[in-house]
């Protein structure tokens, strides 16, 4: 095996995931990549992730957003912001078949979930609708959370959700809108119902804008009779990007 990883590294040498510059190891950037990607820091939402000045003495801090409209779920966590290379990697892997990018996207999102795995809590993707998922041929939340899961230990299911409802794109609709759209556009998959039941669940995405989609299927699960319900986005849009 050494041989041929060798051999293998050699013909295809590892290359920046943003530039495509060489790099040290598979599924890294470059120094200037890592430059335009911007991380949430520590100061962060506690409902949607969203990055904020200032500190907590008990870590919780909720943005002005989530204290006028709670979400319906527990905790939000989010790895990077989506600008700059965020917003590159997010767009490559939903729509340039990079999903290559679903690696380190597991990698960054893993730390900021610490304290909110247990045992008996189930991973789950955000769904697409089947038409979506024969036109892209993959679900790119699916491959992340494979890949989270992987990493965390954490059982994790790819079809808990389903979207039986082919929605019209978001992009551009504003809060109110979104929800009316994916009111019922979401449901648990009936040979999965029993599985959600008691446990907490955590719900992946590639990115959160207003948190719609995510709170139709938070919904869902909790209809369902599961237990705390958090989400993880690789990204989290902000007004000011």
Not at 56 to 64: A, K, L, P
Not at 121 to 136: D, E, F, G, Q, S
Not at 174 to 196: Q, T
Not at 208 to 224: E, Q, S, V
Request: glycine share 10%.
């Amino acid at each position: 095996m050494g041989l041929l990883q060798t051999t293998l590294a050699a013909i295809y040498p590892p290359r920046c995931l943003g530039c495509g510059e060489g790099v040290d190891s598979d599924f890294g950037l470059c120094g200037t990549c890592w430059g335009q990607t911007e991380f949430v820091g520590r100061t962060a939402c506690d409902g949607c992730g969203t990055p904020l000045p200032g500190f907590s003495d008990d870590g919780v801090i909720h943005c002005d957003s989530c204290l006028k409209w709670p979400k319906p779920w527990a905790h939000g966590r989010a790895a990077l912001v989506y600008s700059g290379m965020g917003r590159k990697l997010i767009l490559r892997l939903k729509h340039g078949d990079r999903q290559e990018v679903a690696q380190p996207a597991a990698l960054w999102m893993r730390p900021t979930l610490e304290g909110l795995i247990t045992p008996q809590t189930l991973i789950a993707p955000v769904p697409l609708h089947w038409m979506r998922l024969a036109k892209r041929r993959y679900n790119q939340s699916a491959l992340i959370a494979k890949r989270l899961a992987d990493l965390t230990g954490t059982e994790w299911c790819a079809d808990l959700l389903e979207r039986p409802q082919r929605t019209p794109s978001l992009d551009g609709k504003s809060h109110h809108a979104r929800a009316e759209i994916l009111d019922g556009a979401i449901r648990i998959n009936r040979r999965r119902r029993y599985e959600i039941v008691g446990r907490p669940v955590i719900l992946v995405d590639d990115v959160m804008t207003t948190g719609a989609t995510l709170a139709a299927c938070a919904t869902a699960c909790r209809a369902a009779g599961a237990g705390d319900v958090c989400v993880s986005v690789l990204a989290r849009a902000v007004k000011d990007t």
